[in-house]
């Protein structure tokens, strides 16, 4: 299982999808609207966390926890650090941990990414991969996630049984491009995604969920090195 590019991606689907309060029956396709343009705005609290069941696809079999973790200012603007914990039970020795501080999902402005494959050391990533992860369309999941997402096409408001519990969640189908084919979202969630359905095949279902999420990663990253050829690390 490629680890970055499924965190990136996971990141991506749980919280670049957010939704206002609960709308009133009827009103599916006005509600669409109102989901997309809260994509870039809504973090949820420090310390909320949602943990996804991930079956089929590529990456069948994974477990995966999101979490907000923490938070700190940069240039008079708060920012927050974004987890996920990767894990597949056939495999416990490869857990893989991405953090990512961030004002928003949506809004394709990553400050920091910090990486934790199995035993080996937390490392932070240096500036020009972070300058690919803002720049390239196909590793910025989050912001061009929140571009697809205007162009979804409404199915309406559902009845989804998911293993954290039942909810009525509004479902939207991606015509276009990308990654995500179907989702289904409750504004009522911190995290807005119940259940996921990637063009791989692969679903992805909301398994648990709280509010008393702190980071992973309890030792100092090391300075990832540098891209040979790009600018070397500050």
């Known amino acids: 299982m490629n680890h970055p590019r ?4 996971a990141l991506s689907l749980v919280l670049g999808l957010s939704v206002p309060a609960r709308p009133a029956a009827g009103q599916a396709a006005k509600d669409k609207d109102r989901v997309c343009a809260q994509v870039q705005n809504r973090t949820p609290p420090v310390g909320s966390w949602a943990s996804y069941n991930w079956t089929g696809g590529r990456s069948n079999g994974t477990t995966m926890r999101m979490a907000v973790v923490g938070q700190e200012p940069q240039d008079g603007k ?11 039970p056939k495999r416990p020795r490869d857990k893989m941990i991405l953090q990512m501080l961030v004002a928003g999902l949506g809004t394709g402005n990553v400050r920091s990414i910090v990486m934790k494959s199995g035993q080996q050391p937390a490392m932070k990533m240096p500036p020009q991969m972070i300058q690919m992860v803002n720049s390239s369309p196909g590793m910025n999941m989050a912001a061009d996630l929140a571009r697809q997402c205007q162009t979804m096409e409404v199915v309406g408001w559902e009845p989804v049984t998911v293993p954290g519990g ?7 189908r991606n015509t276009a491009s990308g990654m995500v084919a179907e989702v289904w979202l409750q504004p009522d969630l911190q995290f807005a995604m119940v259940k996921s359905v990637l063009k791989d095949g692969g679903v992805m279902e909301l398994g648990a969920q709280g509010t008393d999420a702190k980071s992973s990663i309890t030792e ?6 540098g891209i040979p050829g790009g600018t070397p690390p500050n």
């Open 166 to 172: 039942a909810f009525r969640a509004l479902h939207l």
């Open 6 to 9: 499924v965190g990136i991606v």
């Open 78 to 88: 708060t920012y927050f650090w974004y987890e996920v914990t990767i894990a597949d």
């Open 220 to 225: 100092t990253p090391v300075e990832m090195p």
